[in-house]
Each structure stands twice: as C-alpha cells, then as structure tokens.
C-alpha cells in the first residue's frame, strides 16, 4: 500500500507560479511511475503530466507544455509539479497518482492509476 499527501496549492495571480510536492510512504517509490492530474468544478478529471519510475520520461498535456515541469526526487520520496505562468484555466484540485505495478510504463489514463493523493487546490485569479 502507498500512501500519496500533496501539498503546495494556494492562490495565487496570474502569471504566478506554485510548487506541488507529493510525498509517498514506502520504499518502493522509485519503482513507481507518476502522474499529476486536475479536476476543476463541473469538469471531468485530466491528465496533467507523468514522469516514469526512471525519471527519463515525461509526459505534459498540450495545455502546460513550456509552462509546467515534473519531476521526482526518489531519495526523498517526493514528486514536484512546478508551475510557472499560471493561467486562470489552471485553476482545480491537482491530485497525485501512482501505478501499482513495479517499473511499469507511464499512461494517461486514470483507470491506471491504483494509488492516489487527497488532492490540493489551486486557485489563479485573474
């Protein structure tokens, strides 16, 4: 079982920028591959961006592509979302996720996602 706490949403103004961190209980975190999503009100949940167990791979939607950055530091047991230029749009509960299966491929689909955070709500305000 892995246990995913988010933190670092906030409000914050357009243009701005945040850090999301997830921290992950276990020592088998550098065996998992990440994701990152967004819910905002009313909307179906999307995937954001993904970073594979190795770290060489990542994944960003077309919307934060250039502006948005993931990566992990697996000696702490973290994933980082940085967000820079924040754009209204962006605004959701972001929620970390984790693929159960050691060394497995990223996806960007939540059904493969077996592990995942509380979530943390980030505000852009205009």
């Known amino acids: 079982q892995v246990q995913l706490v988010e933190s670092g949403g906030g409000l914050v103004q357009a243009g701005g920028s945040l850090r999301l961190s997830c921290a992950a209980s276990?020592?088998?975190?550098?065996?998992?591959?990440m994701g990152w999503f967004r819910q905002a009100p009313g909307k179906e949940r999307e995937i954001v961006s993904t970073?594979?167990?190795?770290?060489?791979?990542?994944y960003y939607a077309d919307s934060v592509k250039g502006r948005f950055t993931i990566s992990r530091d697996n000696a702490k047991n973290t994933l980082y979302l940085q967000m820079n230029s924040l754009k209204p749009e962006d605004t959701a509960v972001y929620t970390c996720a984790a693929r159960r299966q050691s060394f497995s491929s990223t996806s960007t689909y939540d059904t493969d996602y077996d592990y995942w955070g509380q979530g943390t709500q980030v505000t852009v305000s205009s």
């Open positions: 970073i594979h167990w190795s770290g060489g791979s990542t």
């Open positions: 276990g020592r088998a975190f550098s065996m998992y591959s």
